[in-house]
């Protein structure tokens, strides 16, 4: 949450000339609401099981693309398990650092991060331990993206992945 794989994935996809897929922007354009919504008015487990079809038609797509899936898409074993066999980048980042991305936001109880409000730090910080070891075991890549560009993050990325970086 707030470390960019939606302005990475889509940068990368451009580059890389395949199609982009935002599994957060899918779950609204489908369900034709917002990820805040979902989650006031049927739970984070309708949106979960919302996010887990999107990440599978995204996985069975025959061509190449590029899935930026939200941060919490990996505490389902099944999903953990569509991304296996696939170059998975965790964009690493330090909890300070999205919390200061999305906490004027999350504060106001506005955009699509509902799980953050309130407490972002406290809430990013709770979810980067209980979640370090699934994103662990399904990354192929890990990128620091503290103190970095975005044009240094899609390089890194390229470069993991056996693009050219430019």
Not at 51 to 64: G, I
Not at 95 to 107: E, F, W
Not at 133 to 156: F, G, K
Request: aromatic residues 4%; contains cysteine; charged residues 30%.
């Amino acid at each position: 949450m707030g470390s960019g794989k939606s302005t990475i994935g889509r940068r990368l996809a451009e580059i890389m000339n395949v199609l982009f897929v935002d599994t957060d922007v899918s779950v609204e354009e489908i369900t034709g609401r917002s990820i805040r919504a979902i989650f006031e008015q049927d739970g984070e487990e309708a949106f979960r099981d919302l996010e887990s079809r999107v990440l599978a038609d995204a996985m069975a797509t025959p061509s190449r693309c590029i899935v930026a899936s939200g941060g919490g898409v990996v505490l389902r074993e099944r999903n953990r398990r569509l991304l296996e066999g696939h170059d998975v980048i965790w964009l690493r980042a330090d909890p300070k650092l999205l919390a200061t991305r999305i906490g004027r936001q999350a504060k106001r109880a506005e955009g699509h991060r509902p799980l953050a409000d309130d407490d972002p730090f406290g809430k990013l910080s709770a979810m980067s331990s209980e979640r370090r070891s699934l994103y662990e075991s399904v990354s192929t890549n890990v990128i620091d993206v503290d103190d970095r560009s975005p044009d240094e993050i899609v390089n890194a990325c390229l470069l993991a992945i056996g693009g050219d970086s430019r």
